[in-house]
């Protein structure tokens, strides 16, 4: 593990140990006129947290994502409650299962020693990582026009979601300190990252250099696959076993997106790939 590494990872348990203790938390919004304050607190947080300049000059230039912000305010937008089958939470953004699921074994198969090596390493299957590899991203197609501080910083703000994803946004700024992000960096709505949409936290946690050029990117492939496997394995995966609903390598995927439709689909959708 690398020196950076160590940092990154201190860097994480200590905004989290910040976010718990209310004192020293940035007090959350309910209207879009109350973001710059917010951004004056959260500073001050991430300062405390070791952010450097250039992420705090991030912070300073973050504007208010429109698109994070309608779907927080809109509770009718958000059916991770609504109980809806795998198909029809495939069918929702892919025009059937069987199309998805071909195109997944098509990727699978033109990257079959990345995923075999994967495996051998962290003891997830392609299947998975496919799988949600393919829903997050379609493969890398998509990975998100959002200025990723921007998001995260909005999330975080947001009354409904604080304080749980304010790790997420210092982690956001520490990443522009690294020379990963800029200002700029765009992902999806609500700062995530790359091909497979990591939270910044999380990739704070789990990166690893997945293609050995000494460098753990989110939107380089193989880093982030492998990445993927290091969080669900650090986080309980084991080799070998089932994965299907009820077994404990499906209750690992609730570390991954907390949405029961979202595991069901992806393991309903890995179980067929492996056919």
């Not at 879009?32 to 917010?38: D, E, L, P, R, T």
């Amino acid at each position: 593990m690398t020196p950076t590494r160590v940092t990154l990872r201190t860097l994480a348990i200590v905004a989290g140990m910040l976010v718990a203790t209310p004192a020293l938390a940035a007090s959350c919004i309910t209207s879009k006129g109350q973001f710059g304050a917010y951004k004056q607190q959260l500073a001050q947080q991430a300062a405390r947290a070791g952010v450097g300049q250039r992420g705090l000059n991030a912070l300073q230039q973050a504007r208010l994502s429109g698109i994070t912000w309608r779907f927080e305010s809109n509770p009718a937008s958000q059916s991770s409650m609504r109980y809806r089958s795998p198909e029809q939470f495939l069918k929702s953004r892919f025009s059937s299962v069987n199309s998805f699921v071909t195109r997944a074994k098509s990727r699978l198969n033109q990257n079959a020693r990345l995923f075999r090596s994967i495996e051998k390493r962290y003891g997830v299957p392609g299947s998975i990582l496919v799988a949600i590899w393919g829903y997050e991203t379609g493969w890398g197609g998509y990975t998100g026009k959002t200025p990723v501080v921007s998001g995260a910083v909005t999330l975080a703000s947001y009354c409904r979601r604080s304080p749980r994803f304010e790790d997420d946004a210092i982690a956001a700024l520490q990443l522009v300190d690294r020379g990963l992000l800029t200002g700029n960096s765009r992902g999806g709505p609500s700062g995530e990252l790359g091909h497979m949409q990591f939270l910044a936290g999380n990739w704070v946690r789990f990166a690893v250099d997945g293609n050995g050029d000494g460098r753990a990117d989110p939107n380089n492939a193989a880093d982030a696959l492998a990445t993927a496997a290091n969080m669900l394995r650090r986080n309980g995966w084991r080799s070998g076993r089932p994965f299907g609903e009820g077994s404990a390598n499906f209750r690992v995927l609730s570390t991954w997106n907390d949405s029961g439709n979202y595991q069901r689909a992806i393991a309903y959708a890995a179980g067929l790939i492996q056919q």
